[in-house]
């Protein structure tokens, strides 16, 4: 069904659209928000958008000292330490939510790493940046499931990085090939699009949609493992080591699709959807290079498929 919804529907907006051009007009007052990596990117973008807007937004940190830090003055904003790689503290950090006895209306799972070293996380040494951009959002969204509002959204950010790789169903931890750091980053961000699509199937009876989305290129602190050769390369740096002026998008309009995706009234009735320069995206033509959104990225197979093993890996599933 996704592959059939995936047409762009021409919703004004644009790669140059910002988070303070999609909430024109929207209030968002009295609606609770939990956003990971909301202190930092376009995440901390978010934060402020949402805040901005009348919105009460939990930031979850895996550095809570950073994140109040970072988010000092915003009103609004309640910080809470968890760490996406561990299960234990993704558990505990719910329990606290829990406690509140508010329900949720907006998630945006906007923490991620890109093109890590090879560095194995938890007891069971899973590869991290899967473990990170995917496990770890699968637990928290499953655990946070009975707080959600009926008219919840729950947002996904993936990346045009998912062209890098599909699901890796022989090896996805690189247990036994030889670590890819781009395809082990590509694998995770398949499977933020892929969990988007599987959860709106899920969730849609009660009333809960979901979408994943490519939030377009910003220079961010999501690039802290490349290389000046990997900036070069990108055309963020030049030979002389000069940052680009005028690189890619900026942190607002890179925050802007993920901020539409949570709030547009021009989504309602939809879900399990991949988005990109704030408009559906359309898929990938290989015959004209055209399209936004790899087919193997909204395949409901595939999505059953990831859903089923990410299950399995982390002793949680809400639906079952």
């Known amino acids: 069904m996704a592959k059939e919804q995936q047409t762009p529907m021409g919703s004004g907006f644009g790669p140059e659209s910002t988070t303070a051009d999609v909430l024109n007009g929207i209030d968002l007052t009295g609606r609770f928000a939990v956003v990971t990596g909301g202190y930092s990117g376009i995440g901390l973008e978010t934060t402020r958008a949402l805040v901005g807007a009348g919105a009460t937004v939990a930031v979850p940190s895996r550095r809570p000292d950073l994140a109040l830090g970072e988010l000092k003055g915003l009103p609004r904003v309640e910080v809470g330490a968890m760490d996406l790689t561990d299960l234990g503290s993704v558990a505990a950090y719910v329990r606290s939510l829990e406690a509140g006895g508010r329900p949720i209306d907006l998630v945006i799972n906007s923490a991620g790493v890109m093109a890590a070293p090879l560095t194995r996380v938890g007891p069971k040494g ?44 022989d090896d996805p931890f690189f247990e036994h090939s030889q670590y890819d750091r781009w395809a082990a980053y590509g694998q995770s961000k398949t499977a933020n699009s892929l969990f988007a699509v599987h959860l709106d199937r899920l969730a849609r009876d009660a009333g809960v949609r979901t979408f994943a989305l490519h939030p377009g290129v910003i220079a961010t602190p999501l690039g802290r493992y490349l290389s000046d050769a990997d900036l070069i390369a990108a055309g963020a740096m030049d030979a002389d080591g000069n940052l680009t002026p005028n690189f890619g998008k900026s942190p607002q309009a890179g925050a802007a699709t993920q901020v539409w995706a949570a709030t547009s ?56």
């Open 126 to 169: 899973w590869e991290f940046q899967v473990a990170t951009n995917h496990l770890g959002h699968f637990a928290l969204v499953n655990r946070l499931w009975p707080m959600l509002n009926s008219g919840a959204r729950v947002v996904s950010v993936s990346s045009r990085g998912h062209f890098y790789s599909p699901m890796r169903w």
């Open 265 to 320: 009234p021009l989504l309602e009735g939809k879900g399990g959807l991949y988005l990109d320069d704030v408009d559906i995206a359309a898929v990938f033509d290989s015959r004209t290079q055209r399209g936004d959104v790899q087919e193997y990225a909204i395949d409901s197979d595939e999505a059953a498929r990831l859903w089923d093993w990410s299950a399995e890996l982390t002793g949680i599933n809400v639906f079952s």
